[in-house]
């Protein structure tokens, strides 16, 4: 992808391949730690814990719904569960398994979805999980992680263990850009500021924060300096960093890889609402499905790109009261 | 290693008993909430009884997060009061909390809620999860080493849902001779016999041994053989077990059983139906004592 190579972002690794690094390593730290499989550990990168760790791994087939409920039985004897498989397949298939057997009983269960968002491209809109941030994040108990880049997924991945309840971390495919140096350790619950800025502030996450980072600096030869956080926990949001945006830059656009319903946009637009109202605009997938297609490609059509951050940001600075 | 086997192990005799008295509390705690499922509970209580009082399953009431102890899961969650009689009745909770089912307030909910109750294992309510969970269990059980045993009940009609066979095949895979599964095969479900709702299913004995499974076939009221076949299953060796109850809705009382169309499946007895199965039961217990 070219998200963030106008402003001179590196590419690191892709977010579910730095959680599969970060898995296998804490295998080694947590003997406690079990990964169920839905045949596809090759894919989600869960294929180096199998290897290393063929004891604590199962590979229960193409079965979503028995994949979430062996995960649970495991958590329930005391196990770190680990369950994994594509976004779409984990929590659109096995939905009400998740509800029933993980966020009810409020078991210490990691669901692990990759391949999310219209960035996986060409394999369509059938594999792309463009729902999951909000079927995730209106479960009770639920925790829900969207890592940057590969430093944040490493982070993501080994906050999650550390965090007692159920949580589900959203990966991709394609190579993210660096928006973290290394060693990068930050707070579940707590959006970090990556740009500072007093015009607008955008509340990214995923690999909307390094488009953010691209819009942030075009806007900036206009004059314009925009504040960018990454909300890498859409769930528990973090109420205090959108409350002091709304208050010191006046107006807010979200941007999420994700479609405009229950993500990231509408929870700020929440505490927006409730705390202090100012203009918020919204880039997201607007209420339809995407198709195959060059990631870069999609983002332009679907409404990602930067130049779509841009124009929802000028939008809503004309609105500032 | 404290067990509690000894003190929970009762004859057929007592055994038969203690259904007795479960069955009857089945009958008067949902006539008095006014709603539940009586008739799925009792066609499951003997299993139960014999589970939990033969001296089958180790557990132990005053720590039921051992890590040593058996498990059993009722998948079937609308079974819940037939396995909240037997809870109480095992010293999980104080039996007077029974009366309080499915009130405001009351741990005693609607179906099970693992969080709120102790002694249950999984929240149910949802068909067709049961059997996963527990298959979760008995790897658990692998990876620490430990040798607990675990214990599923589904139902019949639960069998249309696609995981009972996922985790069937999944149970299969990986050769769990821990995990026995009991299947009420009571031959109803919702709106009418399980033979005219999902043919295929019958005999369920067939589905199971295809995917490798130990199968064993019991009348599921028969005390005997309900404690027999719960013992014999765990000299089974490298394969998981299903026992097939063969049950009755209603356990022969004939307010359950005048409406064989199943119209009283998930509804409770009104008062006086409720006086004539329980002198039904007191009749049918006097005959066994008899006999």
């Known amino acids: 992808m070219d998200i963030g190579k106008s402003i001179g972002l590196e590419y690191g690794a892709a977010t579910r391949d730095a959680f599969g690094e970060a898995l296998e390593k804490l295998g080694h730290e947590n003997q406690n730690i079990v990964v169920v499989d839905g045949d596809v550990s090759d894919s989600t990168r869960t294929q180096a814990f199998r290897e290393t760790f063929p004891e604590r791994f199962f590979n229960v087939g193409i079965a979503e719904s028995n994949l979430v409920g062996v995960a649970s039985g495991l958590a329930a004897s005391g196990k770190q569960a680990l369950a994994s498989s594509f976004a779409v397949f984990l929590l659109c298939n096995a939905y009400d398994q998740i509800r029933m057997s993980i966020a009810y009983p409020h078991l210490d269960v990691k669901l692990v979805g990759s391949h999310s968002g219209i960035s996986l491209g060409e394999d369509g809109a059938s594999q792309m999980a463009i729902e999951d941030l909000a079927l995730a994040a209106s479960l009770p108990n639920f925790t829900v992680l969207v890592p940057a880049d590969e430093q944040a997924a490493a982070w993501a991945t080994r906050a999650m263990f550390e965090h007692e309840g159920p949580v589900y971390l959203r990966t991709g495919r394609p190579d993210a850009p660096k928006v973290y140096s290394s060693d990068t350790r930050f707070e579940i619950g707590k959006a970090v500021r990556v740009r500072d800025g007093d015009d607008v502030t955008i509340i990214a996450c995923g690999l909307m924060v390094a488009a953010a980072l691209e819009a942030a600096q075009h806007l900036s030869n206009k004059g314009i300096e925009a504040r960018v956080l990454d909300m890498h926990a859409v769930k528990p949001l973090d109420q205090i960093a959108v409350i002091k945006a709304a208050n010191e830059t006046g107006a807010i656009v979200t941007a999420e890889e994700h479609t405009i319903t229950g993500g990231l946009g509408a929870a700020v637009a929440q505490v927006v609402v409730k705390e202090h109202p100012v203009p918020v605009g919204f880039v997201a997938i607007m209420d339809t499905y995407a198709e195959s297609g060059d990631p870069n490609d999609l983002f332009k059509k679907y409404g990602l790109s930067p130049e779509h951050i841009i124009h929802e940001v000028e939008s809503v600075i004309d609105k500032k009261a | ?291």
């Not at chain 2, 009571?186 to 033979?195: S, W, Y």
């Open chain 2, 1 to 291: 290693m404290p067990q509690t086997t000894d003190l929970n192990r009762h004859s057929i005799g007592e055994l038969q008993r203690i259904s007795h008295k479960l069955s009857q509390q089945i009958i008067e705690i949902t006539t008095k909430a006014g709603s539940g499922h009586p008739s799925s509970s009792l066609s499951m209580i003997d299993i139960l009884t014999g589970l939990y009082f033969s001296g089958v399953m180790n557990y132990d009431p005053k720590r039921p997060d051992w890590p040593e102890r058996d498990r059993f899961i009722l998948s079937k969650g609308h079974g819940a009061p037939g396995l909240y009689v037997t809870l109480a009745e095992a010293g999980y909770f104080d039996p007077a909390l029974l009366s309080t089912l499915r009130e405001t307030d009351s741990p005693i909910e609607g179906h099970p809620n693992m969080r709120v109750l102790p002694g249950v294992e999984a929240s149910t309510g949802s068909l067709g999860q049961g059997l996963s969970i527990g298959l979760g269990h008995a790897l658990a059980a692998r990876v620490d080493g430990r040798h607990y045993r675990v214990y599923v009940l589904i139902g019949d009609g639960e069998s249309d849902e696609g995981q009972i066979w996922e985790a069937t095949m999944a149970a299969a895979k990986y050769q769990v001779d821990n995990l026995t599964l009991i299947l009420d095969y009571n031959k109803f479900q919702q709106t009418g016999p399980v033979e005219e709702v999902m043919p295929a299913l019958t005999p369920p004995g067939d589905k199971w041994r295809a995917f490798g499974w130990y199968t064993h076939e019991i009348d599921g009221h028969d005390m005997n053989k309900v404690v027999s076949s719960l013992e014999m299953m765990k000299s089974v060796v490298n394969q998981p077990q299903i026992i097939i109850a063969n049950t009755k809705k209603g356990k022969g009382l004939s307010p359950f059983e005048a409406n064989d169309t199943n119209r009283l499946h998930g509804k409770a007895l009104s008062e006086d139906q409720a006086k004539t199965a329980i002198a039904e039961l007191d009749a049918m217990y006097a005959k066994l004592e008899g006999a």
